[in-house]
């Protein structure tokens, strides 16, 4: 019978707490777009090579691939703000690189809501018929009984407008 081979690394690959979406959340929280780049309209991807020491702090970044108008200074920013976990990997000191795709995306004008205008209400002309419209709800309560020889009493509440 063949034994089964376990894999076992030599060097422990840092790990973001939370993994690859809480990574993706923490640099989109962090990201603030740059004005210059607002107001040139600039959009793209800035692809980030950054090192990690043995300790899980980015020591250093480096552009790749660039966008301008200050996209490039924000994600190397945001970057050099991640804080990994690094395993022990037996007593070494190791570098580790890694990269990050951040891309910036001109945010949506937000759409301002139509004014609402009140009903137009027609004038009245002398003559014109009228329409009236009207809704009536029948509620109960407990009443006491009425005196002998008193009628029944009905009450109406009329709202217009």
């Known amino acids: ?3 089964e081979k376990t894999h076992r690394h030599f060097i422990h690959q840092p790990v973001f707490p939370g993994g690859n979406k809480a990574l993706t959340e923490f640099i989109y929280k962090n990201l603030q777009y ?3 780049a607002l107001e040139a309209k600039a959009e793209g991807v800035v692809l980030v090579e950054y090192d990690i020491d043995y300790k899980g702090r980015v ?3 480096r552009v790749i691939q660039s966008v301008g108008h200050g996209c490039d200074e924000e994600a190397c920013r945001v970057v ?3 804080q990994f976990e690094v395993g022990k990997n037996r007593g070494v000191n190791v570098l580790f690189h890694q990269k990050a795709k951040i891309q ?5 004008p937000a759409v301002a809501p139509l004014p609402v205008a009140p009903p137009a209400v027609p004038e009245m002309t002398e003559g014109a ?5 009207y809704e009536y709800t029948v509620t109960t309560t407990a009443a006491p ?3 002998e020889g008193a009628g029944v009493v009905f009450s109406y509440v009329v709202r217009l407008g």
């Open 59 to 61: 020591v250093a970044t």
């Open 129 to 133: 018929p009228v329409v009236v419209q």
């Open 1 to 3: 019978m063949a034994k």
């Open 145 to 147: 009984a009425p005196e």
């Open 104 to 108: 910036f995306k001109l945010p949506k």
């Open 34 to 36: 740059p004005t210059a």
């Open 80 to 82: 050099k703000l991640l």
